[in-house]
C-alpha cells in the first residue's frame, strides 16, 4: 500500500481498518545466502542494500522485534567527522543516500533537511521494502553462539533453530 497523508488521515479515522502488516512473521529456515544479527536501522538498512543493489534475494534479519532496543529509543543525526583523513567521501556518500531515503523507501522518516530523525522510523521503513526482495525478519529470534569453522562464520545458533549462510 502506498502512503500518503491523506491515506494516514482516512486510516485514523475509521480506526486503521484498511491497513496491513509492514511484514510477515518469517519462520526461519536452515540456510540463506546471508544472515544479518539485529534489525535495527543498521541491520536492516544492510540488508535492504544488500538485496537492492547486490541482487541477492535470500537474506536473514534475527531480531527480537523491529524499532525495538536502542533503535527504539533515539534520534538518527547525519552527522560527519571531517577532521580524519577519508571521512569526506563516506559523509557525502551517506548524505546522499540519506537525502532520498523517505521516497525510496515510501515511509516518513519525520526529519527536515539538516534535521533529526526518528531511528525507529528508519528502521521499521525498510521492512516493508526489503521484505519483496527476499529479506525474512526473523522475530523473538536470539543469537546463542556463533558457529566458526577455519576462522570463518558458518552460521549462527539462535533459539529458532541453527541457520547458516551458502
Not at 509492514?22 to 544492510?46: F, K, N, P
Not at 515510501?106 to 521494502?129: I, R, T
Request: negative net charge.
Amino acid at each position: 500500500m502506498r502512503l500518503s497523508g491523506w491515506r494516514v488521515l482516512r486510516e485514523g479515522h475509521i480506526g486503521n481498518k484498511g491497513g496491513q502488516p509492514h511484514w510477515q512473521d518469517t519462520t526461519s529456515r536452515a540456510e540463506y545466502d546471508a544472515v544479518i544479527i539485529g534489525g535495527d536501522g543498521h541491520g536492516l538498512s544492510t540488508a535492504y542494500y544488500l538485496a537492492k543493489k547486490r541482487g541477492l534475494t535470500d537474506i536473514a534479519v534475527l531480531e527480537g522485534y523491529p524499532g525495538g532496543g536502542t533503535v527504539g529509543r533515539n534520534t538518527t543525526i547525519v552527522h560527519g567527522n571531517n577532521f580524519l583523513d577519508g571521512n569526506t567521501q563516506f559523509y557525502s556518500h551517506f548524505l546522499k543516500l540519506w537525502e532520498g531515503l523517505e521516497e525510496d523507501l515510501n515511509y516518513s522518516l519525520m526529519h527536515l533537511p539538516g534535521a533529526a530523525g526518528g531511528h525507529d522510523a528508519v528502521a521499521l521503513g525498510y521492512v516493508p521494502v526489503a521484505s519483496p526482495r527476499g529479506v525474512d525478519l526473523i522475530q523473538q529470534c536470539e543469537v546463542t553462539d556463533i558457529d566458526i569453522e577455519n576462522e570463518q562464520v558458518r552460521g549462527v545458533c539462535n533459539t529458532r533453530r541453527q541457520t547458516s549462510a551458502k
